[in-house]
């Protein structure tokens, strides 16, 4: 039986990152996921909305809980910050029924929506490994992504409901899924570690000091590359990385991409841009 999620690609997927929005439509073809666009959805608030107007942030989240309820369908998105504030606001309204009638009110009289709470959120790292299966997804791995690579979670989605299976303190899945694309999987500190997101406007140093660590843990461990499961982190540790370098002395070259190309890439999609990837790797480093 086919999955069926409604889709939400994250906001960086429509701007900074479109590469991730890109691959991910093909990788869910091959892998038989149908995917239901939440035309019109907002930004998750990624961690910002809420520290000036934490109602508005859920009013938001709920319009897209309820367009998702309305459908039918689960939520889905290749973001970890999105699956992760997705889901916080997810909890707030279960738990606590005043709040989310007074917000069904709001969603009622802006856009004619009410949610109940029968929804839920995913990411597609867990999608993958607890309802696709591993075995299925190396069977279908045409270009082995045989790279010493470091998987990067983030912080967003590792708390107890965001996770899928995988342990919220110690996680594996990802390392699971590049082992079945034929890659070898880095042990790392950093990967849970924050780059810094959503501060990157008000304090871009310590953005950058927090993106130049992760970095460098990565290039010390041996990785050949960077590949993150957040859309906005993924922006950080690609489009900053010189100037985190120069900010901070330390070498932080070293390549990064997303978890959506990177499954392309492996499905067969996209092979000019997996060549230029290993280009990459050839050329980049001490």
């Not at 970890?80 to 007074?102: F, K, Q, V, W």
């Not at 708390?159 to 899928?164: R, S, V």
Request: glycine share 8%.
């Amino acid at each position: 039986m086919a999955l069926k999620y409604a889709y939400h690609p994250g906001n960086v997927a429509h701007s900074g990152s479109p590469e991730i929005n890109d691959t991910m439509i093909p990788l869910a073809r091959t892998l038989g996921i149908k995917l239901t666009s939440l035309d019109g959805a907002t930004s998750c608030g990624a961690g910002i909305i809420r520290q000036a107007n934490h109602r508005l942030q859920l009013a938001l989240n709920a319009r897209t809980f309820a367009q998702a309820e309305a459908l039918g369908l689960e939520i889905m998105t290749p973001c970890a910050a999105t699956a992760g504030n997705l889901s916080e606001d997810l909890a707030t309204l279960r738990a606590n029924p005043i709040l989310l009638e007074e917000i069904n009110v709001i969603l009622q009289q802006t856009s004619g929506l009410t949610f109940s709470g029968g929804t839920e959120v995913h990411h597609l790292l867990h999608v993958i490994v607890d309802e696709f299966g591993l075995d299925k997804l190396s069977a279908l791995v045409k270009n082995r992504v045989d790279f010493s690579i470091a998987g990067y979670y983030g912080p967003n989605m590792q708390q107890h409901g965001a996770c899928g299976g995988d342990d919220v303190f110690d996680p594996n899945y990802f390392e699971q899924l590049i082992t079945a694309l034929g890659g070898t999987p880095v042990e790392w500190e950093s990967r849970t570690q924050s780059v810094g997101v959503p501060s990157l406007v008000s304090e871009e140093l310590t953005v950058l000091r927090q993106a130049a660590s992760v970095l460098s843990d990565a290039r010390s461990e041996g990785a050949d590359m960077i590949v993150s499961a957040c859309n906005l982190s993924h922006s950080i540790l690609d489009i900053y990385q010189g100037k985190a370098s120069r900010a901070t002395g330390i070498q932080t070259n070293i390549p990064v991409t997303h978890l959506c190309e990177i499954l392309s890439f492996a499905l067969g999609h996209h092979t000019d841009r997996f060549a230029q990837l290993r280009t990459r790797i050839a050329v980049i480093g001490d």
